[in-house]
């Protein structure tokens, strides 16, 4: 939690929302804050999901309409976020739990 602790130590907090990071309070950024949050987006991404409760990966196998069965990879997601992007790819795939 070192992205997440080195913004709070200086009065920040950082929440995730739709894969975009808020951190308030936003009009107390300085320039050099606003680059130390760029370099390190995944990682203070990954800290606040890792805060919620909720569990995340980043593969999830996908089983699409005609029946195959196929891998679906990238930044980590809830089951229903993988849901909701293999069904915007595949209309009535489902997520396979492993």
């Known amino acids: 939690m070192a992205a997440i602790d080195f913004l709070s130590s200086r009065g920040f907090s950082v929440k995730a929302k739709d894969g975009r990071l808020i951190v308030s309070p936003s009009s107390k950024l300085t320039p050099d804050l606003r680059q130390y949050i760029k ?8 800290e606040v999901a890792a805060n919620d409760g909720e569990m995340r990966r980043t593969a999830w196998d996908v089983l699409i309409p005609s029946g195959e069965k196929c891998r679906m990879v990238g930044q980590p997601m809830t089951y229903s976020e993988a849901l909701a992007a293999a069904r915007w790819r595949w209309p009535n795939a489902d997520i396979l739990e492993n």
Request: glycine letters at 0%.
């Open 39 to 46: 370099r390190n987006r995944l990682v203070l991404i990954a």
